[in-house]
C-alpha cells in the first residue's frame, strides 16, 4: 500500500497537469460511474468489460483438431494455425502471410480473438459469418489452395476423425458443412488470456500503476480512442478508412471494403480489428506496415495521412477515398502518449 502511494506521488509530480488522487478515486467506483468518454455525435459505444472463458464443447474441441490440419491445404503443410499461431495471439509476426508455393498475401494476418462477437469477418468483411470464413482461405489460391470441389473429395477418403465425427454429428460423414461448422465452433471459443486490465475491470483499481490507469483516462477521453474501440473486445466491428489505401500507389494500393460492396463511400475502409493483446499482434494495420505501438500511437495522434486531392483527376473521382471524420489531432504530448501506450500494454 506503501508502495502505492509513493508512486501514486512521484507520478503526479511529474504530471501536475492531472489529478492523479482524483483519478484513482473516480476510477474506483462502478464503470457506469466513470468519467464520461470523449464520443463523436452519433456514436455508439459499449461500456469495457471483463473477459470470461468460453465453454469447450466437444463440437469446438473437433474444430480444435481441424484448426491444425494441414490435410486441409493443397499441398498439405499449411493448417489454420500456419497464420494464426496460437502463442502470437493467433495472429502472425509478419507484415503478410506467406502461403502455398511460397506465395505472399496483400494483408496481414488478423488475430482470432474476438472472433465470437463479429458480424463481419476478413478485414474487408467479405464474409457473413464464421463459417464462411473458415472455408476462405483453404480454398485461396495463395493460401491453402484447394478449391473446395477437391476439398470435398479428400474428405470422403481423409481418416482420423471418424469416431469424433460420429461422436458430434451421429455419423461418420466428413463434409464441408460439418469442417466449416466445426471450425466456426472453436473460434467462438478462443479468448485471449485475462490482464491486469481485467483485473481492474473487476475492482481491483491497485491492478494498474498510475501510468496505466491515465493511459486508460487518456484512451477514454483526449485520445477519443472509444470512438471506434469499445466493449469487452475494444471493437466496434465497423468499417473505416484511416487514410491509409495508397490510392493509386501501386505497392500498397488497397480499396479494402469497396471490393466488397462496389459503394464508393467504402473506398479504403478496413474492420476496426480488436485492441486485445494487441502488444502480441503486431505488426499493425491491414498492410502490417507498422511494427510498433509507439509509432501506431504517433500516427493517431497526428491525425493520420491526410488524403489530398490534387488535380482535377482527383476532384471529380468518385472512387477519390475519404479520411475518417472520426480523425483528428489529438495534441498528445510525449508523456501522455507515453502513458497511453502503458496501457495498451495491459491489454
Known amino acids: 500500500m506503501k508502495k502505492t502511494l509513493l508512486s501514486l506521488i512521484i507520478f503526479s509530480t511529474l504530471h501536475a497537469e492531472y489529478d492523479m488522487k482524483k483519478l484513482q478515486a473516480q476510477y474506483a467506483k462502478p464503470i457506469e460511474q466513470w468519467p464520461k468518454p470523449t464520443i463523436d455525435q452519433g456514436i455508439h459505444y459499449n461500456k469495457m468489460r471483463s473477459l470470461k472463458s468460453e465453454n469447450k464443447t466437444e463440437l469446438a474441441m473437433l474444430g480444435l483438431r481441424f484448426f491444425h490440419e494441414p490435410r486441409f491445404s493443397k499441398s498439405m503443410i499449411f493448417s489454420c494455425a500456419s497464420c494464426h499461431t496460437p502463442n502470437k495471439a493467433f495472429s502472425e509476426h509478419t507484415k503478410v502471410s506467406t502461403g502455398h508455393k511460397g506465395l505472399k498475401g496483400g494483408r496481414n494476418s488478423p488475430t482470432l480473438y474476438g472472433a465470437k462477437e463479429g458480424k463481419f469477418f476478413f478485414w474487408d468483411g467479405r464474409a457473413k459469418s464464421l463459417e464462411e470464413q473458415a472455408l476462405g482461405p483453404i480454398q485461396n489460391p495463395i493460401e491453402m489452395a484447394l ?6 473429395k479428400r474428405l470422403k477418403t481423409m481418416t482420423g476423425y471418424e469416431k469424433d465425427l460420429k461422436k458430434v454429428f451421429g455419423t461418420s460423414d466428413f463434409t464441408l458443412k460439418r469442417l466449416a461448422t466445426a471450425i466456426a465452433a472453436y473460434e467462438r471459443i478462443i ?3 485475462r490482464t491486469k486490465f481485467d483485473t481492474f475491470l473487476d475492482g481491483d483499481t491497485n491492478a494498474f500503476n498510475p501510468e496505466e490507469l491515465l493511459g486508460l483516462h487518456l484512451f477514454r477521453t483526449k485520445a477519443r480512442c472509444m470512438n471506434c474501440h469499445s466493449g469487452r473486445y475494444l471493437s466496434d466491428g465497423a468499417f473505416h478508412n484511416l487514410g491509409l489505401t495508397y490510392y493509386k500507389r501501386k505497392k500498397y ?3 479494402g471494403r469497396y471490393n466488397v460492396t462496389k459503394l464508393n463511400t467504402d473506398m479504403g475502409k478496413f474492420k476496426t480489428p480488436t485492441l486485445r493483446q494487441i502488444s502480441n499482434t503486431y505488426p499493425y494495420m491491414h ?3 507498422f511494427t510498433k505501438l509507439s509509432g501506431i500511437i504517433n500516427m493517431y ?4 495521412p491526410n488524403i489530398k486531392k490534387k488535380t482535377v483527376a482527383d476532384f471529380s473521382d468518385p472512387h477519390f477515398p475519404k479520411k475518417s471524420n472520426l480523425l483528428k489531432k489529438l495534441d498528445l504530448s510525449k508523456k501522455e502518449k507515453k502513458a497511453l501506450e502503458a496501457f ?4
Not at 478449391?147 to 470435398?152: F, G
Not at 495522434?301 to 493520420?304: A, L, R, Y
Not at 495498451?344 to 491489454?347: G, H, Y
Request: proline share 13%; hydrophobic share 30%.
Open 301 to 304: 495522434n497526428n491525425g493520420m
Open 147 to 152: 478449391p473446395l470441389n477437391k476439398l470435398k
Open 344 to 347: 495498451l500494454r495491459t491489454l
Open 191 to 193: 479468448t485471449p488470456p
Open 287 to 289: 498492410n502490417g506496415l
Open 253 to 255: 494500393e488497397d480499396f
